[in-house]
């Protein structure tokens, strides 16, 4: 059965954060940017915090829901990955999912929430399928789920995915792939993370120095 492996999971509620208040401010709504990370770590290896992609989207102040052509232009100015969005365009996503993971292509789909709130939103990656149904990447609480086909198109919203048109290198992590360019653009973004980690690394020593200095 068709499955994206080794599929990194990443629990948005638990994340690490660059920031020098060392508060993931956006937790709670960040299943996108929990969802790009995933996707971004399975396909380079490099793994950005969820709360870096928000900051770098939407800036570091901002906190609310994320949404798929931001994270679409995200993906494709900063790392050099042309996503296909679909929006409704089919009345199910069974096959649209399918085609994707038997390409070797990761998808990130909006879920409903919760069910009874007809408002409410959660993207997820899907990562596997086999007859009887599908197996998303849950960032809330970062585990895989099984949900039965009906049950998937139940609970997918309208038929929206993003589908990343990439496949893992088969020589990821054996090197020679230093020219590629969407692992170049994910290495450019964890080293524009890099100063806000040591900043972080560096308060805490100092907080820690001062503490044991007390008489
Ligand atoms: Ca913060
Ligand atoms: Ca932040």
Redesign the pocket.
Known sequence: MPMLSPWPLYNQLADW?V????????RENNCGPESVAMCLKYLTGVELPA?FIK?AIYG?SFTGYTFMGDLARFLKKRCDLTCEIRSGQEPTLQPVVKRAIDAGFPTIVLFFFELEKPDSGHFAPVVGYDEGGATRANPWGGKLEYMKWPDFETWQKSSNIIILNRQRPDNLGRGGLEADPLIQGVEDLLDEAQPYVDRALREAAETSERARRQP
């Not at 920031?19 to 956006?26: K, L, Y």
């Open positions: 954060t920031d020098a208040d060392g508060v993931d401010e956006n709360d900051d570091a």
